[in-house]
């Protein structure tokens, strides 16, 4: 049994067993089968990073718990000091004893146990947007989370994700978005490809990236946007569905040379997002 480092804030509660049930939000997270289990029963997910839990408190969403290493319960006394004042717990361990419990090494020293928030509706979110991604059965978290940076940074005003689509709220997503994820409105669209035609009703032009015959070049659409425009993107390998293919009003590709034929759907978000974002 470790001795809890002297310098702790009061109140912050020293835990040297990786079974302590109070910790219990946080153990092996790398499991994702068991995150799915648990995060839709109590409406948890994982912040990681003192950058990333002020990025989810400044987007309104509340706190549970927050677990640090002993430097950086001393250090981040910002987060530690009004958690306390809230009653929320906020727990301190070895890194070894941390890295235990999670089943990974917590290289930002700090994660938080989030009250998941009720997604808002379709409309809600797309409403005044200009530009939208729809992110089609994307099932790779650290793309998912790579798509939400470069739509905050590329003028993409909302995203909505499809069902079979990966949890942008799921620990690597938030972590590889740097926090985005909280910074861009985004919910999920379903049924699909049915939702295809609720945007295209709210005055969306909705754009398909895959390979087609029919397909006009990225630079033809950079040229001639139209005033809202909804970019779908495809899931890794296969990339869209035939039947959004043919339900979307047009379909787009990025040109491509020395032999390659499509981009990783990050990177391919990233181009898409900076030709057509709004001028």
């Given at each position: 049994?470790s001795e809890?480092p002297?310098?702790?804030?009061p109140?912050?509660?020293w835990?040297?067993?990786?079974r302590?049930?109070?910790v219990r939000?946080?153990f092996?997270?790398t499991?994702?089968?068991?995150r799915r ?10 912040a990681?990073s003192?950058?990333v839990i002020r ?10 718990s927050?677990?640090l ?5 001393t250090?981040?006394?910002?987060l ?8 929320i717990?906020v727990?301190?361990g070895s890194?070894?004893v ?13 994660i938080?146990?989030m009250?998941r928030p009720t997604?808002?509706?379709?409309g809600e979110?797309v409403?005044?947007?200009r ?8 099932v ?8 939400f ?5 590329l003028?993409?005003d909302a995203?909505?994700?499809t069902?079979?689509?990966?949890d942008?709220l ?7 978005s740097m926090g985005t994820?909280f910074q861009?409105?985004?919910t999920r ?5 049915g939702g ?5 009703e ?5 754009a398909a990236?895959a390979?087609?015959q029919?397909a006009v ?5 950079e040229a001639?946007?139209?005033e ?5 993107l495809?899931t890794?390998g296969d990339g869209l ?9 047009l379909?787009v ?5 020395g032999g ?7 990177a391919?978000?990233?181009?898409a997002?900076?030709a057509?974002?709004?001028?």
């Amino acid at each position: 049994m470790s001795e809890a480092p002297a310098g702790l804030p009061p109140g912050v509660v020293w835990v040297e067993d990786p079974r302590d049930p109070r910790v219990r939000d946080y153990f092996q997270l790398t499991d994702v089968a068991l995150r799915r289990v648990l995060e839709p029963q109590e409406g948890l997910y994982l912040a990681e990073s003192d950058k990333v839990i002020r990025r989810a408190l400044a987007s309104g969403h509340r706190m549970r718990s927050l677990l640090l290493t002993p430097r950086w319960a001393t250090e981040l006394t910002e987060l530690v000091l009004p958690a306390l004042a809230d009653g929320i717990p906020v727990y301190a361990g070895s890194p070894g004893v941390i890295d235990e419990m999670t089943g990974f090494h917590l290289h930002r020293g700090a994660i938080a146990a989030m009250h998941r928030p009720t997604l808002p509706d379709v409309g809600e979110v797309v409403a005044g947007a200009r530009r939208v991604a729809v992110l089609e059965d994307v099932v790779d978290h650290t793309n998912v989370g790579a798509a939400f940076r470069s739509a905050a940074a590329l003028g993409v005003d909302a995203v909505l994700v499809t069902p079979r689509c990966a949890d942008p709220l799921y620990r690597r997503a938030v972590r590889v978005s740097m926090g985005t994820v909280f910074q861009v409105p985004w919910t999920r669209i379903d049924p699909w490809p049915g939702g295809v035609d609720v945007l295209r009703e709210a005055g969306f032009t909705v754009a398909a990236l895959a390979l087609a015959q029919d397909a006009v070049d990225l630079d033809e659409l950079e040229a001639r946007p139209p005033e809202r425009l909804a970019l779908v993107l495809g899931t890794e390998g296969d990339g869209l569905s035939r039947r959004t293919v043919e339900a979307a009003d047009l379909v787009v590709r990025i040109p491509m040379g020395g032999g390659v034929d499509s981009l990783n759907v990050a990177a391919a978000s990233a181009v898409a997002f900076w030709a057509v974002r709004p001028r």
